[in-house]
């Protein structure tokens, strides 16, 4: 088969057409809005564009090294040569991390072209692809003489997890390229997986989803419908207790409870939103509304009760998982990276299927402050987990340095379990798909950033735009039309949720969308003003473990202080937030009004309430949560308790 050979993934669109634009992480063939390829959108300079830039140049070299130097990419090697498993490294999930930097290769290639890359991607998948079994079978940690049996752990072996990002590499590629090696194997092992775990094979599913929406997207390319009943059965299977209970419940492996009857999104952070974007692909190509409802249920009460104001979703450390609602301590936020991606897949997904603008909210919420949180500046470090509180100084790692896994202290360079660097590199790579949609009528914008669109509605009626902005630093987002057809079409643009007050071409417009029909011109402009201004946020009075704090946010925004940005010998616990007196912005930093507080002795830590008393006012610089620690060790704070009085 061929990548032409396949079904439109949308009203004149084949897979060849992904290719000849680019590619897009998530194709659906039908849904409200319609995702524009890598090739239609492109960065221009800016906040966004530099972290991508910064992914290529960086970041993609150091995962590749970590993989060599860490021996996962030679696990392949050892296989081939039959050197398992005594030479096997890493845990048994690492060969996703291979996986996952292929993807973003794949995904860097779509929108540069860049032959260098490419022959490094060549070169990886010679490895990957020499280690695949004669019957699709393709994982190092199992299966062979001295290793598990095949299948024999589905509850912590991660093998259908692996096959998943392997597939999602070979999807990556397909769209990008065409077919090659890596699509042949990516098919081959789905070809295994149906063979296995169709509906007279293992009835079992994996304690790792990710699966699922792996085999519904090369049902998008390839057009074969095996791969999109496999995943549909893999949904419907979870939550028939099919997995072995464990300690932490059946709840983490979403195993408890059928995804149709669950109300909101729960267990290992991770997983349930990797299992929701899978269920809606399922939902979206089946024409199942029962399905995408019970997705959009879930997604709802989780982003109302057990959601961090930074986006981040996971409050508990023990099983890195979501806690019940409302329970969001700062100073525990797991808040793993890896969960900031899959939340960013699952609203896409929901945006894409049916155009609620607080998906884009949430997307950009979480973009800002886990995903840019994560990456150092030079893109070699990273936070597997990303705290609201960090309450004493951390310990900056050694460059050469693996560390465990999680300790929110500073950004490493490396991890035991190093799943949150590679999941960064494909998503940053993947970053510019998430700009901007299109449907019959128009093209509508998401996320604001500098960037260029070209692309076509259907009809091949031409549209071209330039979007001009220095956003998140300014509010003023200026859309300049540079191609358009002879006849009206709908510009539509988000208005942020917390937008109040801001303005298109100088009339007010509520948080939502706006939409701009008439028959534009070449060189016409759109003007959306953003109230992006420095404000107040207090939390629910249900999330107990801020109440009587407030957060300093501007934009989309989440500030912080920092222990570097207090005077010396002051504790950051002696702070308190004056609210009386309004945050202001001030040589690209936050100032606002603080007192320090005088703080009971030693001795005992109760006493009558009333006990603290204003020692003295000061003025508090705050900076960008997604920049913490970026000077070193530092304690730091998004909640602030508020002065007495």
């Given at each position: 088969?061929?990548?032409?050979?396949?079904?439109?993934?949308?009203?004149?669109r084949?897979?060849?057409?992904?290719t000849?634009?680019?590619?897009?992480?998530?194709a659906?063939?039908?849904?409200?809005?319609?995702?524009?390829?890598?090739?239609?959108?492109?960065?221009?300079?800016?906040f966004w564009?530099?972290?991508q830039?910064?992914?290529?140049?960086?970041?993609?070299?150091?995962?590749e090294?970590?993989?060599e130097?860490a021996?996962?990419?030679?696990n392949?090697d050892?296989a081939?040569?039959?050197?398992?498993?005594?030479?096997r490294r890493g845990?048994?999930?690492?060969?996703?991390?291979?996986?996952?930097?292929?993807?973003?290769?794949?995904?860097e290639?779509?929108?540069?072209?860049?032959?260098?890359?490419?022959?490094?991607?060549s070169?990886?998948?010679?490895?990957?692809?020499?280690?695949q079994?004669?019957d699709?079978?393709l994982?190092?940690?199992?299966?062979?003489?001295?290793?598990?049996?095949?299948y024999s752990?589905?509850?912590?072996?991660?093998?259908?997890?692996?096959?998943?990002?392997?597939?999602?590499?070979?999807?990556a590629?397909?769209?990008?390229?065409?077919t090659?090696?890596?699509?042949e194997?990516?098919?081959?092992?789905a070809?295994?997986?149906c063979?296995?775990?169709?509906?007279?094979?293992?009835?079992?599913?994996?304690?790792h989803p990710?699966?699922?929406?792996?085999?519904?997207?090369?049902?998008?390319?390839?057009?074969?419908?095996?791969?999109?009943?496999?995943?549909a059965?893999?949904v419907?299977?979870?939550?028939?207790?099919?997995?072995?209970?464990?300690?932490?419940?059946?709840?983490?492996?979403?195993?408890?409870?059928p995804?149709r009857?669950?109300?909101?999104?729960?267990?290992?952070?991770?997983?349930?939103?990797?299992?929701?974007?899978g269920?809606?692909?399922?939902?979206?190509?089946?024409g199942?509304?029962?399905?995408?409802?019970?997705?959009?249920?879930?997604?709802?009460?989780?982003?109302?009760?057990?959601?961090?104001l930074?986006?981040?979703?996971?409050?508990?450390?023990?099983?890195e998982?979501?806690g019940?609602?409302?329970?969001?301590?700062?100073?525990?936020?797991?808040s793993?990276?890896c969960?900031?991606?899959?939340?960013?897949?699952l609203?896409?997904?929901?945006?894409?299927?049916?155009?609620?603008?607080?998906?884009?909210?949430?997307?950009?919420?979480?973009?800002f402050?886990?995903?840019?949180?994560?990456?150092?500046?030079d893109?070699?470090?990273?936070?597997?987990?990303?705290?609201?509180?960090?309450?004493?100084?951390?310990t900056?790692?050694?460059?050469?340095?693996?560390?465990?896994?999680?300790?929110?202290?500073?950004?490493a360079?490396?991890f035991?379990?190093?799943?949150?660097?590679?999941n960064?590199?494909?998503t940053f790579?993947?970053?510019?798909a998430?700009?901007?949609?299109s449907?019959?009528?128009?093209?509508?914008?998401h996320?604001y950033?500098?960037?260029?669109?070209r692309?076509?509605?259907p009809?091949?009626?031409?549209i071209?735009?330039?979007v001009?902005?220095?956003y998140?630093a300014?509010?003023?987002?200026?859309?300049?039309?540079?191609?358009?057809?002879d006849?009206?079409?709908?510009l539509?643009?988000?208005?942020?949720?917390?937008?109040?007050?801001a303005?298109?071409?100088g009339?007010?417009?509520?948080?939502?969308q706006?939409r701009?029909?008439?028959?534009?011109?070449?060189?016409?402009?759109?003007?959306?003003d953003?109230?992006?201004r420095?404000?107040?946020?207090a939390?629910?009075p249900?999330?107990?473990?801020?109440?009587?704090?407030?957060?300093?946010?501007?934009g989309?925004?989440?500030?912080?202080?920092?222990s570097?940005?207090?005077?010396p010998?002051?504790p950051?616990?002696a702070?308190?937030?004056d609210?009386?007196?309004?945050?202001?912005?001030?040589?690209?930093?936050?100032?606002?009004?603080?007192?320090?507080?005088s703080?009971?002795?030693?001795?005992w830590?109760?006493?009558p309430?009333?006990?603290?008393?204003?020692v003295?006012a000061?003025e508090?610089?705050?900076?960008?949560?997604h920049d913490?620690?970026?000077?070193?060790?530092?304690t730091?704070?998004?909640?602030?308790?508020?002065?007495?009085g």
């Amino acid at each position: 088969m061929t990548i032409d050979e396949v079904l439109p993934i949308a009203p004149g669109r084949t897979a060849g057409d992904w290719t000849r634009r680019g590619g897009t992480p998530a194709a659906p063939s039908r849904g409200r809005l319609r995702p524009l390829g890598l090739r239609e959108v492109t960065l221009l300079p800016g906040f966004w564009q530099r972290r991508q830039d910064v992914n290529r140049s960086a970041s993609l070299a150091h995962i590749e090294h970590w993989l060599e130097r860490a021996g996962w990419l030679g696990n392949f090697d050892a296989a081939v040569e039959g050197r398992l498993p005594g030479a096997r490294r890493g845990r048994e999930f690492a060969d996703t991390e291979t996986y996952k930097l292929l993807e973003a290769m794949a995904w860097e290639f779509g929108r540069t072209g860049d032959l260098e890359l490419e022959a490094r991607y060549s070169a990886i998948v010679r490895r990957v692809a020499a280690a695949q079994e004669p019957d699709g079978y393709l994982n190092t940690n199992f299966g062979r003489p001295g290793q598990q049996p095949r299948y024999s752990d589905l509850e912590w072996g991660h093998e259908l997890y692996s096959f998943g990002h392997l597939i999602q590499a070979g999807v990556a590629r397909a769209r990008t390229f065409g077919t090659d090696e890596l699509v042949e194997v990516a098919i081959r092992a789905a070809d295994h997986v149906c063979d296995v775990f169709g509906p007279d094979g293992i009835a079992g599913v994996c304690g790792h989803p990710e699966i699922e929406p792996a085999l519904v997207e090369l049902y998008r390319v390839t057009g074969d419908r095996r791969y999109l009943e496999q995943a549909a059965l893999f949904v419907d299977r979870r939550g028939h207790r099919v997995l072995a209970d464990i300690e932490f419940g059946r709840s983490y492996f979403q195993d408890e409870v059928p995804v149709r009857a669950a109300e909101v999104l729960r267990g290992h952070a991770v997983r349930a939103t990797y299992l929701a974007a899978g269920a809606v692909d399922v939902a979206v190509e089946t024409g199942d509304t029962e399905l995408l409802d019970a997705v959009t249920r879930q997604w709802r009460a989780a982003v109302a009760r057990r959601t961090y104001l930074t986006g981040g979703m996971g409050s508990r450390h023990q099983d890195e998982a979501f806690g019940p609602d409302f329970v969001l301590p700062p100073d525990r936020a797991y808040s793993e990276t890896c969960a900031g991606v899959g939340s960013v897949m699952l609203a896409w997904r929901l945006l894409l299927a049916q155009g609620d603008p607080r998906c884009a909210d949430l997307i950009e919420r979480t973009l800002f402050n886990v995903i840019a949180t994560s990456p150092s500046d030079d893109g070699t470090r990273f936070f597997y987990t990303n705290t609201l509180h960090q309450r004493v100084l951390g310990t900056e790692p050694a460059a050469d340095t693996q560390v465990p896994r999680a300790a929110s202290t500073l950004r490493a360079p490396w991890f035991e379990v190093s799943c949150c660097p590679t999941n960064l590199a494909r998503t940053f790579a993947g970053l510019a798909a998430y700009v901007a949609t299109s449907d019959d009528d128009g093209v509508q914008l998401h996320q604001y950033a500098a960037a260029r669109i070209r692309t076509a509605l259907p009809g091949g009626r031409a549209i071209g735009l330039d979007v001009d902005t220095a956003y998140p630093a300014d509010g003023r987002i200026t859309v300049r039309v540079t191609e358009a057809p002879d006849a009206p079409w709908t510009l539509t643009l988000r208005v942020p949720h917390w937008a109040d007050g801001a303005t298109l071409d100088g009339v007010a417009v509520p948080p939502g969308q706006v939409r701009v029909r008439r028959r534009f011109a070449p060189g016409e402009t759109v003007v959306l003003d953003l109230p992006v201004r420095p404000r107040l946020t207090a939390a629910d009075p249900r999330v107990d473990s801020v109440r009587g704090c407030a957060a300093v946010e501007r934009g989309p925004v989440v500030y912080c202080v920092e222990s570097v940005d207090l005077p010396p010998h002051v504790p950051l616990e002696a702070l308190r937030l004056d609210p009386s007196i309004a945050p202001e912005d001030r040589d690209g930093a936050v100032v606002v009004a603080g007192r320090l507080a005088s703080l009971p002795g030693n001795e005992w830590p109760y006493g009558p309430p009333g006990r603290e008393t204003d020692v003295r006012a000061l003025e508090v610089t705050l900076r960008p949560y997604h920049d913490w620690a970026a000077r070193g060790p530092s304690t730091m704070r998004v909640w602030l308790p508020l002065a007495a009085g």
